[in-house]
């Protein structure tokens, strides 16, 4: 992956984190169980996910990603299911530092596409492991369950390494 395409990746990344703190959805969802939310309610016409969609939009036009991707017959609406799903998994704070700085911090539904053998692959290897007709009812997706969960996992394992952080710190 080049240069140029991780530095708007990650700058998407630092958009896509304020827009969605001071959104509507996250501030009606702050203090809820993942278990009380889903796909269905979140409004696409917010500004965080339409930043979203154009963080996908390089994803897939970046033959690096869909290399992978295209092996899974994922299209880009699945994509950003999975964004959605990770930041519902891993409420209230949906970021995780990656290093020991608060300045390095990501989402946690950006921060697959970072490293494409380590967490891409890894995610996309998950899919189908999971068959919870319960979960992809309730949230909407297919692959929820499966998604889910690695975005718990990927979440913790940076929060052991690194320390928790907040919105409140990296905003």
Not at 61 to 85: A, C, M, P, T
Not at 102 to 112: I, P
């Amino acid at each position: 992956m080049s240069y140029f395409t991780r530095l708007k990746l990650a700058k998407l990344d630092k958009r896509i984190t304020k827009l969605l703190f001071r959104s509507s959805w996250y501030q009606k969802n702050i203090d809820k169980d993942k278990h009380d939310m889903s796909l269905i309610d979140i409004d696409r016409n917010e500004e965080w996910v339409k930043e979203l969609y154009n963080f996908i939009e390089i994803i897939w036009g970046n033959k690096n990603y869909r290399k992978h991707i295209d092996q899974y017959s994922l299209n880009k609406e699945d994509l950003v299911d999975f964004f959605l799903l990770m930041t519902i998994a891993t409420m209230p704070n949906p970021l995780f530092k990656s290093g020991p700085s608060v300045l390095t911090n990501t989402l946690v539904g950006t921060a697959m596409y970072q490293e494409i053998d380590k967490q891409l692959i890894q995610c996309l290897n998950t899919l189908g492991y999971y068959d919870n007709k319960e979960e992809q009812e309730q949230f909407g997706h297919k692959y929820a369950s499966d998604v889910m969960s690695f975005a718990i996992y990927l979440k913790n394992a940076h929060d052991m390494a690194y320390g928790e952080i907040t919105f409140k710190d990296v905003l």
